[in-house]
């Protein structure tokens, strides 16, 4: 299963997961950006490689924390590799309202930061969906300092979504 926000146009996050021996796992995640710089615009794609890969485990308990470590490279901007080290917390089950229906998720909240080719730090929390497993809400917010050619550009944002439907379009 592979979820992609758009969180403007000029950046997008994705995840791709997997069910293995009951868990949820995640196995890679990646974002891009677009730089405008008055009259040039600059995107780049970072690809995550993280460890453990487990998003949802099978037995799940209140304030249970998960630690992982994630390494990406960027291209076309050569950041070199940026080290991303957090801590996903299970917060609790809680039930959204989707599209007029109620429907069981798991919110968790991942702490994390980055080091190496760029610094910061991200706070995201997400509620999986407990029938399917889909992402059916998130809120964002991250703060990453990068090396350009004009020297340090510094991200600051935050976002978030919630799914209008239950239903796929097609």
């Not at 991303?84 to 909240?109: C, E, S, W």
């Not at 610094?119 to 703060?143: A, E």
């Amino acid at each position: 299963m592979l979820g992609r926000l758009d969180y403007s146009d000029s950046h997008w996050q994705n995840a791709t997961f997997c069910a293995r021996d009951g868990n949820l796992v995640e196995v890679s995640r990646a974002g891009w950006y677009r730089w405008n710089l008055v009259a040039l615009s600059i995107a780049d794609t970072g690809t995550f490689r993280c460890s453990p890969d487990t998003a949802i485990p099978a037995v799940l308990h209140v304030g249970q924390r998960f630690p992982f470590a994630c390494s990406r490279t960027s291209s076309p901007i050569k950041t070199g590799v940026v080290i991303m080290k957090g801590t996903n917390r299970y917060v609790g089950a809680q039930t959204l309202r989707i599209g007029g229906t109620d429907l069981p998720t798991l919110h968790f909240r991942e702490v994390s930061t980055l080091s190496g080719g760029q610094r910061g730090s991200n706070v995201s929390d997400m509620w999986f969906s407990t029938v399917n497993g889909l992402p059916v809400k998130g809120i964002w917010t991250t703060t990453v300092t990068s090396p350009t050619f004009l020297g340090t550009s510094t991200l600051t944002g935050d976002a978030s979504f919630t799914l209008k439907s239950l239903t796929p379009r097609s």
